[in-house]
């Protein structure tokens, strides 16, 4: 997918997540996937930088018995 269709596919798919709801719901909504995104981005950060491969750092981590 190109980067213009990623841009329309998504601003397609908010207009047909907000349709027919109220403002306080499209709010909530807006907050919801904001919250994801962040939660993602913070995810794949803390992958990138303790990679449990690197023995430096085992506190990164999880516990693997």
């Known amino acids: ?9 998504v601003s397609s798919l908010a207009c047909c997540i907000a349709k027919d709801k109220t403002d306080e719901e499209i709010g909530l909504l807006s907050c919801i996937f904001s919250q994801l995104g962040d939660t993602l981005g913070t995810i794949s950060a803390q992958e990138a930088l303790c ?7 085992p506190c990164c981590c999880e516990d693997q018995d």
């Open 1 to 9: 997918m190109q980067s213009c269709e990623l841009v329309m596919f």
């Open 51 to 57: 990679s449990c491969d690197d023995d430096k750092d």
